[in-house]
């Protein structure tokens, strides 16, 4: 069956950097972009960018470019964000999501992982 | 890219149909057939819903249905029931090849 699951974050001070991993399962890596959404405490959810993980092709929101990288490591299956610079309004649960490739909706998500900045 | 506008929140009775807009403009929601609406229960992951608009994927309820006029795409729940209660978030494919989420809105079941 199909499986996102990620790992990494946890608390970091601001102007740190983190990285969040999305390892894929149960189908075809290259065949589906993978994108990052994010929701912080109280907030609802912001889409941040994709990424082809056939091509490695990046698409970001505007508010994102310049500190937030998306990677992919396809021998492993795996999908990188980075998010540089933190600060506290960094503070959110961030989501890797699967999306299809005819209806472009996200039909898989990963479970999930909090990222805490506070000094 | 700003959000798209959704109510706040949306009450109605056990069996009773509500409905939640998601507004938008001729670059999002107006403009492509991609509207997608997620259910959020708190602590869960989002679930797709509706997706292209009306579409429901296999498995959902067919008491959610998905609409669209000019820039405003609707999601009706009709037959009320508890476990409906959750936020509801729309979201758009959009002009440059980006996504944009709704602002949420939250249902609660009276």
């Known amino acids: 069956q199909v499986q996102l699951v990620q790992s990494g974050a946890g608390v970091k001070k601001p102007g740190a950097s983190v990285r969040v991993s999305c390892q894929a399962s149960?189908?075809?890596?290259?065949?589906?972009?993978i994108h990052w959404v994010r929701q912080a405490p109280g907030q609802g959810l912001e889409w941040m960018g994709w990424?082809?993980?056939?091509?490695?092709?990046?698409i970001y929101a505007q508010k994102f470019q310049g500190t937030f990288t998306i990677s992919r490591d396809t021998s492993i299956r795996t999908v990188y964000m980075d998010l540089t610079r933190l600060k506290s309004d960094d503070t959110a649960v961030y989501y890797c999501?699967?999306?299809?490739?005819?209806?472009?909706?996200?039909?898989?998500w990963g479970q999930g992982t909090l990222v805490t900045v506070s000094s | 890219q700003s959000a798209l506008t959704q109510p706040a929140s949306v009450s109605g009775p056990l069996g009773q149909a509500i409905t939640i807009s998601c507004t938008g403009s001729s670059s999002d929601v107006g403009g492509y057939k991609y509207v997608s609406w997620y259910q959020h229960h708190p602590g869960k992951v989002p679930k797709v819903i509706i997706y292209e608009v009306t579409n429901r994927p296999s498995g959902v309820s067919n008491r959610f249905s998905g609409s669209k006029s000019g820039n405003t795409a609707s999601l009706t729940i009709s037959g009320l029931q508890a476990e409906d209660e959750a936020d509801y978030y729309c979201s758009s494919f959009t002009t440059s090849s980006t996504y944009v989420f709704g602002t949420g809105t939250k249902v609660s079941v009276l």
């Open positions: 990424i082809n993980p056939n091509n490695g092709g990046t």
């Open positions: 149960g189908y075809t890596f290259t065949d589906y972009y």
């Open positions: 999501a699967r999306r299809t490739s005819s209806g472009r909706t996200f039909d898989f």
